[in-house]
């Protein structure tokens, strides 16, 4: 049978060559799989592909992606399917899916893990705990490594031990012609660079290596949760205090809607509240001291910061992330001053729905000590990271909720640099790339982009667009 693609029809032998070259599978509309494999995280995109070629392996990779070349297809690449912008699926292109290519391969003596694309942040700290080993992860299990660390990587080890791309040591990466390349700090240097913190704009990633770093198994973490009534409060106190944390202390401050948590009193479900969220990765005495400031912010309405499994904290918000909703991302890189707070707490008392919501992430530690340019993701002198949140579960006025956050964004980025954080960004549009990077950056970006994607085969991401295109 002959598919219809956004550029023209492919035929049946066609796409008969492509499915008996594979190792993988390939779904195509009309398929019982179909509509299972097109789905992700987000369901504000309900994008439907010509093609999804469930890669099994690198050879997969370098097939599809000759095979979309050739036939001029709008190519989406998929690891965890967690882009908020939609950026892992596609209306009449092909779906270079990479879900199913979960090996991992752990050096305990030699603290590295090598990391195929398709895992998930819950599957490689599985393996990496093993061995009381971590890299910074996602704040969510769910969320697919290779998108994440591309993009940079904001986890609970961030002040301990930098963003995910900051332990990344090495990656092969097939390119917009189908080579296999590696790339590492003396092997193709620039491309390393930028897949650092550029995003997909590069080529498929087939292999990640870190580094990786002794990490629990129990550690110092938790939430405690203060009334919105005390926001100001609180989330000054808590501006205060980062000052001088140390740097195995990683904090955020989440504005929120308490849901029906069985800690919080039945009174305070349905109520907007602070949560304070952090971990300390360190011993358990030190970091007793280090967060016990945090308890005392204000009258907290629930205290579970304690000890417990690494694992338990890098799983502890998926109950409130699932999939299925509708999800728009904004980010500032922020300033913390009274007035930045207030623009903060402003977005906390209009939330559109309970499921929206602010969060602060306090950056520096070895976040910071990162040299601007080694590597792609350079807002290393930003204090904090903002990310505005709307989160419906249907689509009933969600273009008014992505309209409230975009309003939010706008207000509280008057107190930063101006830039944001590309995974946390669900727009595609040029000027949010550009505020991603600044103008130095980009332009070696688009000098990598120039090599390895000349004619902008990987543009379903934050996009650099090549030289040819502008
Ligand atoms: P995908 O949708 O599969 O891919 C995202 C992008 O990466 C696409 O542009 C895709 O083309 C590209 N890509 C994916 N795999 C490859 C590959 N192998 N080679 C080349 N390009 C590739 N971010 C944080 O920093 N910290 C968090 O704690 C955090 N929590 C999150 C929680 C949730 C519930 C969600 C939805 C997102 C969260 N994010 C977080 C944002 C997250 O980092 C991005 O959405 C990221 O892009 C997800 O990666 P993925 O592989 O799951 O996504």
Redesign the pocket.
Known sequence: MSIETAQGVLGDATIGELEAALSGTLVRPGDAAYDEARE???AAHDGRPALIVRCAGTADVIRAVEFARSQNLLV??????????G??TCDGGIVID?SAMKGVRVDPAGRRAVAQ?GL?WGELDHETQAFGLAVTG???S???????T??????WLLRRHG??CDNLVGAD?VTADGRLVHADAEENPELFWALRGG??N?????SFEFELHPVGPQVLAGLVIYPAAEAQQVVSRWRDLTAAMPDELTTLVNLTTAPPLPFLPESVHGTRIVVLAGMYAGGMEAGEAAVRPLRSLGTPLADVMGPMPYLGMQTLLDPL?TRGAY?Y?TSAFVEPTDQAIDAVLGAHLSTPTPFSEVHLHHLGGAFGRVPADATAFSQRDASMLCNVIARSPGPEDFDGHIAWARGAREEIARHGNGGM?V??TGDAAEDKVRAAYPDAVHARLVRVKDEYDPTNL?R???NIRPSSAS
């Open positions: 992700v995280w987000n989406a690449v998929r690891g965890g399917a967690h882009s908020i912008a950026f892992s990479l694309p998930t996602g704040l969510v769910s969320t697919g490594v290779a998108g994440f591309l993009g940079g990587g904001v986890g963003l995910a990466v995003g997909g590069f080529g498929v990633v087939t992330w999800n991302f954080y995974n946390f990987f379903l991401n934050q």
